[in-house]
C-alpha cells in the first residue's frame, strides 16, 4: 500500500454543479407520469443519495407513498434522460480545476467517490474531459454499500492503493461527512452544495467556500 496522501471527492455539489441536469431529468420522468415537477429553489431537499432516492424524495414530497416498481419505471426513464444528455449544463464548480492541479503537483492522489451510479459518473467526468485527473471513480452501485456507510469512503482509498490515515474527504453533504467521519478521516465541507441544512451543522474538519481555500497546506493540516 502506497504511502501517497489522497483527497477523496464527492461528485454532484461538490466537484460539480450538475443540479440543472438532474432536476431536468428528474422534471421529465415526473411530467411523464403527469406528476408534479419541481423548481431549481427545491434541488437541496431531493440530491444527495442518487437517482433512486431522489425520484423517492420527490413522490414523498407530493404525498404519494413511493413504490419499489413505481420508482424503477422512474428510474429508468430517469437513467436514459440523464446519460444521454450529459454532460449538459453541468459544470465544474468555480476554482476546481486550478485547486487540483495543486494538490496534484503537491504528490496527493485524487479519486471521486459519489452515490451517483459509477457508470454515470465516470460518464460525465470523461465528457467533461477530466475524469484522467482521479485515480479511481467510485460510485454508490460499485459495492455493496455506499455513504454514509465509511466502507464506500475505505474501499475508495483502498482501490486507489493509498491508506486511511494519508486521506481527507471533500464533500458538500452531511452523507459525505458522517461516511468520513464513521472511517475516521477528515473531512472538509464545501458550503455551497446541495444540502437543506448548513454543514456546520455536522462539524466537519474544516469548512471551505470557494476552491482558492482548499489548498495543499489545508488538506494537510487537516491530517495532523
Not at 461538490?14 to 408534479?36: H, I, M, Y
Not at 437541496?44 to 413504490?67: C, H, T, Y
Not at 441544512?197 to 495543499?216: Q, W
Request: with cysteine.
Amino acid at each position: 500500500m502506497s504511502n501517497t496522501p489522497i483527497v477523496v471527492f464527492d461528485l454532484d455539489g461538490t466537484l460539480v454543479d450538475s443540479a440543472p441536469d438532474l432536476l431536468d431529468s428528474l422534471n421529465f420522468c415526473l411530467a411523464q407520469e403527469g406528476l408534479k415537477t419541481f423548481e431549481p429553489v427545491d434541488i437541496r431537499r431531493l440530491v444527495g443519495m442518487g437517482g433512486r432516492i431522489m425520484i423517492e424524495r420527490a413522490l414523498s414530497f407530493q404525498n404519494i407513498k413511493p413504490d419499489n416498481t413505481h420508482v424503477e419505471q422512474l428510474l429508468s426513464v430517469f437513467m436514459r434522460h440523464y446519460e444521454e444528455n450529459m454532460p449538459g449544463k453541468t459544470q465544474f464548480f468555480e476554482g476546481v480545476d486550478k485547486a487540483l492541479t495543486k494538490l496534484s503537483d503537491a504528490g496527493y492522489k485524487l479519486a471521486v467517490c459519489t452515490n451517483k451510479y459509477e457508470n454515470l459518473a465516470r460518464h460525465l467526468l470523461e465528457g467533461m474531459g477530466e475524469a484522467d485527473r482521479f485515480v479511481t471513480i467510485v460510485g454508490g452501485d460499485t459495492f455493496a454499500y455506499h455513504k454514509p456507510d465509511a466502507r464506500h469512503i475505505l474501499s475508495t482509498i483502498e482501490r486507489a492503493g493509498c491508506s486511511p490515515d494519508k486521506a481527507v474527504m471533500v464533500g458538500d453533504s452531511q452523507t459525505d461527512i458522517l461516511a468520513a467521519q464513521s472511517a475516521d478521516i477528515p473531512v472538509i465541507a464545501v458550503d455551497f452544495g446541495y444540502t437543506d441544512k448548513p454543514v456546520s451543522t455536522f462539524n466537519p474538519t474544516k469548512i471551505i467556500s470557494h476552491y482558492d481555500e482548499l489548498t495543499p497546506q489545508l488538506v494537510a493540516g487537516c491530517m495532523m
